[in-house]
C-alpha cells in the first residue's frame, strides 16, 4: 500500500475518507476520539498545500438527509482541533460540494454533508454505489483512506472510489493495521483476550479464529451469561441466547484440548431491572452473587468483585492484550467497576495492550483514564474485530496498489 509520503499533494485537490462517526446528545459531541484521530492525517496534507476534501458518515439515515445525522457539528470540532477554519458542504455530491470545493485554496479544508445522506453510498447495487462513487471523484484528484472505522463495509466511498482515483492510506490505517498485525503474527506471549458486550453471536468468528492463537480467553459483559449457562447454571433473567449455548460448549471442550484457558466470571452484580443509565438514580436492589445462584428474576449487569480480581490476576502476566467489549453497563455507576478494574489492569501491566474500538473506548474515555496509558485505542471495534477473524476487509483491499 501506498501511503500519504508517496502523493503528490500540492495544489491538489485530496479526499480523505475519515470515520467521524461521533456520538452526538442534541447536536453536542460526547466524544471527539474519532475526530482527533484522523485529524493528524489532514494537518499533515494541509502543510503540504493540499486541498483537502473530508468525507465521512454518522449514524445511520435512511439514504435521504436527516438533521440529527448531520456533520455540521463535526466540522466545527474539526477546526478547534485543526486550529484552523473548516468550511461545510450541506451536500454531498451537489452544488454546495461543488462550490465549497471550487472555493479551496492550497492548505484548505472542507468536511462534506454525511455521506449516508445518499442511498448511493451503502447501496448493494453495484452500478447504484458507483454512480455515486464517480460524483465523489469528480470531486478530488487524489484518494486517501483514513477511516479505519468503516473499512469492513463495502460502501462507495470505501470501496468503489478507491478504483476512480490514485489512492494512499492515511497515517491512522496505516497505524491500525500495524497494531493488528501485532496480534496476529509473532504474538508476544502471553496472549489474553478480553471479550465483553452483549451478545456471543457478535464475537463467535473472532473467538473461532483466536482459539488457535491466544493463550486466555477472559469472557465478560452480557455474552458471558451464555457461557455461565453452558457450564450448567442458570442466570436469570439475564441476557441469554440459547441458541448459541451447544457453540459456547463446543468452544469450552476445544479450548481445553488446544490449551486455550477460558476464564467465566465467578460472581456477578445483579438488579431486578435495567438501570437508568441517563439519569443515574441509585440501583435499589443491587446486590452481587455467585455465578451458581443467580436468583430467579435477576437480571445480570456486571461482572462481581471476585471475578474482577481474578481478571486482573489473568492479565497481570500478559505480553500482549487484546480488549473488546466492556465487563457490564458502564454508563451507570453501580455496574462500572468491572470495566473499571479490567481497564485498570491494562494500565498497570507491562504488556502492548489495545482496546479493540467502540464501547471498550469510549469506557476507557468516560472511566477517565489516560489514553496514553493504553498501546493503542482503535477507531474501530467492528473492523478490528473482522480483522482478527481474518477476514477480508473491502476497504483495505480497495487501497492495494
Not at 476520539?33 to 454518522?58: M, N, Q, Y
Request: no cysteine; net charge negative.
Amino acid at each position: 500500500m501506498k501511503t500519504i509520503e508517496d502523493l503528490d499533494v500540492a495544489g491538489r485537490r485530496v479526499f480523505v475518507r475519515a470515520d467521524l462517526n461521533v456520538p452526538l446528545s442534541g447536536g453536542t459531541i460526547t466524544d471527539d476520539g474519532r475526530i482527533r484521530a484522523v485529524a493528524p492525517t489532514i494537518a499533515k496534507l494541509l502543510e503540504r498545500g493540499a486541498r483537502v476534501v473530508v468525507a465521512s458518515h454518522l449514524g445511520r439515515p435512511k439514504g435521504e438527509p436527516d438533521p440529527q445525522f448531520s456533520l455540521a457539528p463535526v466540522a466545527v470540532r474539526l477546526g478547534e482541533i485543526l486550529g484552523k477554519p473548516v468550511t461545510f458542504a450541506t451536500d454531498t455530491v451537489g452544488d454546495s460540494a461543488k462550490a465549497t470545493v471550487a472555493a479551496l485554496g492550497d492548505g484548505e479544508v472542507t468536511l462534506l454533508e454525511n455521506l449516508r445522506f445518499n442511498a448511493g453510498e451503502t447501496s448493494k447495487d453495484d452500478a447504484e454505489r458507483g454512480a455515486f462513487a464517480d460524483e465523489l471523484a469528480a470531486l478530488a484528484d487524489l484518494y486517501v483512506g483514513d477511516g479505519f472505522g468503516a473499512v469492513h463495509r463495502k460502501h462507495a466511498s470505501v470501496f468503489d472510489l478507491p478504483a476512480r482515483l490514485p489512492h494512499a492510506v492515511g497515517d491512522l490505517i496505516a497505524t491500525e493495521v500495524g497494531v493488528l498485525k501485532r496480534l496476529t503474527d509473532e504474538v508476544a506471549r502471553p496472549y489474553v483476550v478480553v471479550l465483553g458486550g452483549s451478545k456471543v453471536s457478535d464475537k463467535v468468528g473472532v473467538i473461532e479464529n483466536l482459539l488457535g492463537k491466544a493463550d486466555r480467553i477472559l469472557i465478560g459483559g452480557g455474552m458471558m451469561y451464555t457461557f455461565i449457562a453452558a457450564q450448567g447454571h442458570g442466570v436469570g433473567a439475564s441476557l441469554l441466547q440459547e441458541d448459541q449455548i451447544p457453540v459456547v460448549q463446543d468452544y469450552l471442550k476445544r479450548g481445553a484440548e488446544q490449551g486455550v484457558e477460558f476464564v467465566i466470571p465467578v460472581d456477578t452484580a445483579v438488579s431486578g431491572s435495567f438501570p437508568d443509565v441517563k439519569g443515574g438514580a441509585p440501583v435499589e436492589d443491587f446486590a452481587v452473587v455467585d455465578v451458581e445462584a443467580i436468583p430467579d428474576g435477576a437480571l445480570g449487569l456486571d461482572i462481581g468483585p471476585r471475578t474482577a480480581a481474578l481478571f486482573a490476576e489473568k492479565i497481570a502476566d500478559a505480553a500482549t492484550v487484546f480488549w473488546n467489549g466492556p465487563m457490564g453497563v458502564f454508563e451507570h455507576p453501580a455496574f462500572a467497576d468491572g470495566t473499571r478494574a479490567v481497564a485498570q489492569a491494562l494500565v498497570d501491566g507491562d504488556a502492548f495492550t489495545v482496546v479493540g474500538g467502540g464501547d471498550s473506548a469510549a469506557a476507557v474515555r468516560i472511566l477517565g483514564f489516560d489514553e496514553a496509558k493504553f498501546g493503542h485505542i482503535s477507531t474501530g471495534g467492528g473492523a478490528s474485530l473482522e480483522y482478527l477473524e481474518g477476514k477480508q476487509l473491502p476497504g483495505l483491499t480497495a487501497l492495494e496498489d
